[in-house]
């Protein structure tokens, strides 16, 4: 039946693979034909998704804001000549937003910038208010000084300072200005004044979020054009604080993540390109043929091509692991596709078949089949884990290795057994040379059809163009490498050598014999494997998941560097925010007791950002006690609010509460309305207010209320998990009413819940996988033992691999979580070789010592090949500059190796001990 249907496909072979190459052609097109499906989701719909959701709906993010940290060139961030410059180009902001001139991306022409109030010097402003324009405010305030910090001297700038500080207008200057900010006694002008100096300022550019398309404020990967968009108009705010090269560096502080993960996977395409390259060239060493490295390169692109294109016909969603992780994985599963087929192509080749790639596919097309199912089984058990991302990496992993199976495992040996023979492999002095030319230029040709195809061509132009010049690369390649040595050949009259009966070289030999004497002493190497295993066993069971942008991005990227001076500028302070909903009756003067109670105890909670009193900072932000307590303070509004509901407030026990449901009703109405305000003292508008409060004005019910916190710990996932738990803990312990519903979020939670979601997610389907691929094994070899003996060394390869993470200090995230479902694959492929041929060669060898042999002098050696090509490749992506892809590639060219490894060695001495010949 196998050689039916191979003599078919290599009797209608040209036919078949112009079909292919049309296909292929028309696989360009499906980026024009079908909608971009986007990216997947993260999240996992956890308890911090709900509570966002629910925030999400009731709420208006009325306000965006653009975080910058301001690091002085000579250590002082509030002399004359920084606080000028700051002022000068915040003037600078203004002047450029009313001229509608920050618009970014596909953002329209617009004013953006949001007309704010400063509460702790009760001053309204546009845009942005520093330290610089208290200290330029006061100085004009004295007929000296009339243009302000234009006029003034050092000397006058600092006692200004001083003064300002000393009136107690904006509270501890230590809380003001950066952490490591100092102040000494000086005489200045006959005057002792507190002489400051800071080597750093915070301050935050406010703008209209509706205007910038709406959507609540959030630091994750995988964003939508809304978020993309503020991303780049927060780097031009970035840019305006820098402009004239002041004395100073302005760097925003997380506000471009997605844009930051975007341009250094870019850069990563460089060493992608090289692992491609890298691997290819291998490949084709190993080998022995230019026409095998010429052919799998430009099967690798046409792979490429389909993936890509067939995610658009299917409705996959993209994102980090599936964009990239999966077409770089690819490259080793379709190498090891390739070099197993012609490896044994070239075997039967060599015994003097003429039909050899109907014999030599016959020999490894169940243990390709086998090892698609096997794969496929793996990576589709990642599908079930309720995290949209990592379903879309199952499936998209799954679709990745049925292509590559096809086009390399297949389409490749037939366009080799249909070209080899057209080409001579004696020439001249002038072909060898240009020979060698192409072999140096043709895996970077094929590096950059593949890197346009899964990264620039999407970046530069768009999805279509990129898969047409990664098509039309495909096409160049063949031409030059192929056709025209072929038309050169016909015209030559040097013959060439019969290549059957070849001797194998001197190495393949001692290979052979060094591994078969290794696997025979099974006694000394099963045993040392269960003790390595047992021992990284350990490391595999406390491996942690772990979230640090130093472990995605480059260390040296304005982003981590940002990050970096943030913890070390921090006065404590400020931070990510984090939210609590109320909901229930939240105006039920009891609540607003227990609240307070609750905001007193959140002091004590490490990470969270305290005020100069060692209270919870909630300065221009609005909470129920505040309103209340504010609204209690001013007869005023207390009339007004009167006059519009004849509801009078008021607070009999002098507890800083109103004294009735009804009263607290009426001011969040009446500031959901009117936003409040007292005339020199503070100036909360409606859009403000909405940020803190909401109610059903149809039923006149369902009020709900947010705490808005800071936390300055939330780049590790232990410093989250941490305050997530003592939050939650502090929670349970508070005594709510029971018609108070509490719920936390924020991105930072978020965030969490997404990390621990796909790693959790991820090995939990090991064991699923490890199940499936052993049924799909036991009914392809119809035999328990051998079932059992190859999915030993893949269980090994996957406990190896997470006990060297935790050894290197290694952690689980995003993408390191995907190599265990890899390296199952890897695994699974390399086993599932080594037995079946094992099994085949036991059938003619005289015992089973010799089918050993022939085993490893056979597959061993394509084994071999696959994982130099592979490993090498891989290697070369570990000097990437993001470390992202850096651990990428380290770790999956060791756990090549560890496939390796198990294969030869550990597997081979299972088969040795349990075979009955």
């Not at 000028?84 to 920050?102: A, K, M, T």
């Not at 890197?451 to 163009?465: A, C, M, P, Q």
């Not at 119809?782 to 290694?810: K, Q």
Request: hydrophobic share 45%.
């Amino acid at each position: 039946m196998m050689h039916i249907l191979l003599n078919k496909i290599n009797k209608h072979s040209n036919k078949i693979l112009s079909g292919f190459g049309l296909l292929t052609l028309m696989i360009c097109f499906m980026p024009l034909i079908f909608k971009d499906p986007g990216d997947a989701s993260l999240d996992p719909k956890k308890e911090a998704y709900k509570v966002q959701q629910r925030i999400n709906e009731k709420f208006v993010e009325s306000v965006h804001f653009v975080s910058i940290i301001m690091e002085a060139d000579d250590g002082d961030m509030i002399d004359k000549q920084s606080l000028n410059e700051l002022l000068n180009n915040q003037e600078r902001l203004i002047e450029l937003d009313s001229n509608q001139s920050l618009s970014a991306g596909s953002l329209k022409p617009n004013s953006y910038l949001w007309n704010g109030y400063d509460e702790s010097t009760s001053t309204t402003f546009t845009g942005v208010y520093t330290i610089a324009n208290i200290v330029d405010s006061a100085l004009k305030m004295s007929p000296d000084f009339p243009n302000g910090l234009n006029d003034a001297s050092e000397d006058d700038v600092k006692i200004a300072l001083h003064q300002i500080f000393e009136s107690g207008v904006v509270g501890d200057p230590k809380f003001l200005l950066a952490k490591g900010a100092k102040s000494e006694i000086r005489t200045i002008k006959s005057q002792e004044i507190n002489y400051w100096t800071s080597p750093a300022l915070f301050i935050d550019i406010l703008s209209e979020n509706e205007k910038l398309g709406g959507g609540n404020f959030a630091i994750e990967l995988g964003a939508d054009e809304t978020a993309i968009n503020k991303e780049r108009y927060g780097r031009k705010i970035v840019e305006v604080m820098n402009y004239n090269n002041p004395s100073y560096t302005a760097l925003g502080i997380a506000i471009d993540v997605n844009l930051v993960a975007e341009e250094q996977g870019t850069i990563a395409g460089q060493f992608i390109t090289l692992t491609v390259i890298a691997a290819i060239a291998v490949c084709g060493i190993f080998l022995r043929s230019y026409v095998a490295m010429v052919l799998v390169g430009v099967g690798l692109i046409s792979l490429m091509i389909w993936l890509k294109g067939m995610t658009f016909v299917l409705g996959f969603k993209g994102g980090l692991i599936t964009d990239l992780i999966v077409p770089i994985a690819m490259v080793s599963f379709g190498v090891d596709f390739a070099i197993h087929a012609l490896r044994r192509m070239q075997e039967e080749r060599a015994k003097g078949h003429k039909n050899y790639f109907i014999v030599g596919i016959s020999g490894v097309f169940g243990a390709l089949t086998l090892a698609l199912l096997t794969d496929s089984s793996a990576f589709l058990a990642n599908a079930f884990g309720g995290v949209e991302s990592v379903f879309y990496f199952g499936v998209a992993a799954t679709l990745a290795t049925l292509l590559s199976y096809l086009v390399l495992g297949l389409l490749v040996p037939l366009a080799y057994s249909k070209v080899t023979p057209l080409i001579k492999n004696e020439m001249t002095t002038f072909e060898n040379i240009l020979r060698v030319i192409n072999f140096i230029t043709t895996p970077a040709s094929i590096g950059f059809g593949i890197i346009f195809v899964v990264i620039l061509g999407s970046e530069i132009l768009n999805e279509f163009l990129g898969l047409l010049i990664g098509f039309l690369t495909a096409i160049a390649i063949l031409i030059i490498n192929l056709a025209v040595p072929i038309l050169i050949n016909r015209k030559s009259k040097i013959v060439s050598k019969d290549l059957s009966y070849k001797e194998n070289r001197k190495f393949e030999k001692r290979f052979a014999i060094l591994f078969t004497g290794i696997s025979k002493r099974y006694y000394i190497v099963l045993p040392l494997s269960l003790i390595i295993t047992i021992i990284a066993g350990y490391g595999a069971i406390n491996l942690k998941s772990e979230f640090d942008v130093k472990d995605f991005f480059d260390n040296e990227s304005d982003f981590v560097v940002s990050l970096d001076q943030f913890e070390e500028y921090d006065p404590g302070v400020r931070g990510e925010p984090a939210q609590f909903i109320f909901e229930g009756e939240i105006t039920n003067p009891k609540f607003i007791m227990t609240f307070n109670n609750f905001t007193k105890d959140l002091s004590k909670i490490d990470f969270i950002g305290l005020n100069e009193n060692g209270e919870i900072n909630q300065s221009d932000v609005l909470n129920i006690s505040k309103i209340t307590s504010l609204v209690l303070k001013n007869e005023p509004l207390k009339e007004e609010i009167f006059r519009k509901s004849g509801v009078k407030i008021t607070d009999l026990n002098n507890d800083n509460i109103p004294d009735e449901s009804d009263q607290i009703k009426e001011i969040i109405k009446y500031g959901f309305d009117n936003g409040i305000e007292s005339k020199g003292q503070y100036s909360f508008d409606p859009l403000w207010f909405q940020r803190y409060f909401w109610y059903d004005k149809d039923k006149n019910d369902d009020f709900t209320s947010i705490l808005m916190i800071f936390l300055s710990g939330t780049r590790t996932e232990d410093d989250v998990s941490k305050v997530r738990k003592d939050l939650n803990k502090l929670l349970k312990e508070t005594d709510f009413p029971k018609n108070i519903s509490v719920g936390l979020t924020g991105s930072p939670f978020s965030r969490s819940d997404q990390l621990n979601a796909t790693t959790d997610s991820m090995r939990r389907s090991i064991p699923f996988a490890f199940i499936g691929s052993f049924l799909i094994i036991l009914v392809a070899l119809r035999s328990f033992r051998y079932a059992i003996a190859t999915i030993i060394p893949i269980a090994l390869v996957v406990i190896w691999l997470y006990g060297i993470m935790y050894l290197f200090d290694f952690s689980l995230n995003y993408v390191t979580a995907t190599i265990g479902a890899i390296s199952l694959g890897v695994g699974v492929d390399f086993a599932i070789h080594m037995t079946m041929r094992f099994r085949e060669e036991l059938k003619s060898a005289t015992d089973k010592l010799n089918a050993l042999y022939n085993s490893i002098n056979g597959t061993g050696l394509a084994l071999l090949g696959s994982a130099i090509s592979s490993t090498l490749g891989f290697l070369i992506m570990g000097f990437a500059p993001m470390p992202l892809f850096s651990t990428f590639g380290i770790l999956t060219a060791v756990m090549i190796c560890l496939a390796l490894i198990a294969s030869l060695v550990t597997l081979p001495s299972l088969l040795y001990l349990i075979s009955k010949k």
